[in-house]
């Protein structure tokens, strides 16, 4: 069936680069997008970016200059990487498989931006 | 971007009502739209796609109508099980989502 797990670190501090893998299985990443799509606490869905099956890139303009996603479909896995964090980045970080639309969502991996 | 705007914010029922909950997009979405269920502590769930289009294992009391900018979701009899947030979202363009509504038990 169709799994997508978050994994990173869970504290980070301002200024640094957020690393995340998105490790997936019950489908292959070179037919399907995944989405990376982040949740303040409390708060609403915002989708950050997407990397498709051919391998190119959409990303928020919100993030975009910050932001990169990457992968490596031998392993099935989806990467994030954003740099110059800021405490307003924290949040929960879901990896969702992108169809269009997000059809299956990872658990979610907490990240808090905080000195 | 294309805003979605959901009503209302938050929605007291009861068991058994029919529930109506709402999104309208800040222009025309071509029935790009779907619904996710977000329990507490858990990630969203796909509930609808493409506006009217149940995914698979969701309960059939679940259903969408709408066109244009304006779309609804419907519980025909709210359940305690159904207690969560729910998203609209849009995917005509970048995708984005609306801010949620929370659904309460009276």
């Known amino acids: 069936q169709v799994q997508l797990e978050e994994s990173g670190p869970g504290l980070m501090q301002p200024s640094e680069t957020l690393s995340l893998t998105c490790t997936v299985s019950?489908?292959?990443?070179?037919?399907?997008?995944v989405g990376w799509v982040r949740q303040p606490l409390g708060k609403g869905l915002v989708w950050m970016g997407t990397?498709?099956?051919?391998?190119?890139?959409n990303y928020n303009s919100a993030v975009q200059s910050r932001l990169s996603i990457s992968r490596d479909t031998s392993k099935s896995q989806v990467f994030l990487k954003m740099n110059s964090l800021q405490p307003e980045d924290t949040g929960t970080y879901y990896c969702?498989?992108?169809?269009?639309?997000?059809?299956?969502w990872g658990q979610g991996v907490m990240v808090t931006v905080s000195s | 971007d294309i805003q979605m705007t959901q009503s209302p914010s938050v929605l007291s029922a009861s068991v058994g009502d029919r529930v109506t909950l709402n999104c309208k997009a800040s222009?025309?979405?071509?029935?790009?739209l779907n619904w996710y269920q977000q329990k507490l502590g858990e990630a969203p769930k796909l509930l609808i796609y493409?506006?009217?289009n149940l995914q698979t294992g969701i309960p059939s009391r679940f259903s969408g109508s709408g066109s244009g900018t304006d779309y609804t979701l419907t519980i025909s009899s709210l359940q305690p099980e159904d207690v969560a947030t729910y998203f609209c979202?849009?995917?005509?363009?970048?995708?984005?989502f609306g801010a949620g509504t929370k659904l309460e038990l009276k």
């Open positions: 969702a498989r992108h169809r269009p639309g997000f059809d299956y």
């Open positions: 019950g489908f292959s990443l070179t037919s399907n997008g």
């Open positions: 990397i498709w099956a051919g391998g190119s890139t």
């Open positions: 222009q025309n979405i071509n029935k790009y």
């Open positions: 493409n506006t009217n």
């Open positions: 979202f849009q995917h005509n363009s970048w995708p984005t």
